[in-house]
């Protein structure tokens, strides 16, 4: 059974950061694309970014691109998304994704979500 549990949301200022994790299990994570995926609420999901397996490429949505930056550590089952520069409407609840997410679609194997909110 695959399971992915996120954690590292948090409240942080407009222009803060933070690290998002997402454990993995469940099946072999460094054969994996993974991706993060966020949802505002009255909001569609919306793709961020994603990893191939091995790391060494990624993409990001435009409305991201240059603020966050996406790793993984295979050794770990460990999926990461740095948050910086962080805005208010960064504000969502952040998903990790088994699989390559798109605009035009996203997997569904996803973790329950971690909560960030960027307040002044």
């Known amino acids: 059974e695959v399971r992915l549990v996120e954690s590292g949301g948090g409240l942080v200022q407009p222009g803060g950061s933070l690290r998002l994790s997402c454990a993995a299990s469940?099946?072999?994570?460094?054969?994996?694309?993974m991706s993060w995926a966020r949802q505002a609420p009255g909001k569609r999901l919306e793709w961020l970014s994603r990893?191939?397996?091995?790391?060494?490429?990624?993409a990001y949505a435009d409305a991201v691109q240059g603020r966050f930056t996406v790793s993984r550590d295979n050794a770990k089952s460990t999926l990461y998304l740095q948050l910086d520069s962080l805005k208010v409407e960064d504000t969502a609840m952040y998903y990790c994704?088994?699989?390559?997410?798109?605009?035009?679609?996203?997997?569904?194997?996803r973790g329950q979500g971690t909560q960030v909110t960027v307040s002044g």
């Open positions: 994704v088994k699989g390559p997410c798109s605009d035009a679609y996203c997997p569904s194997d």
């Open positions: 469940g099946f072999i994570f460094g054969n994996s694309i």
């Open positions: 990893v191939t397996s091995n790391g060494q490429t990624t």
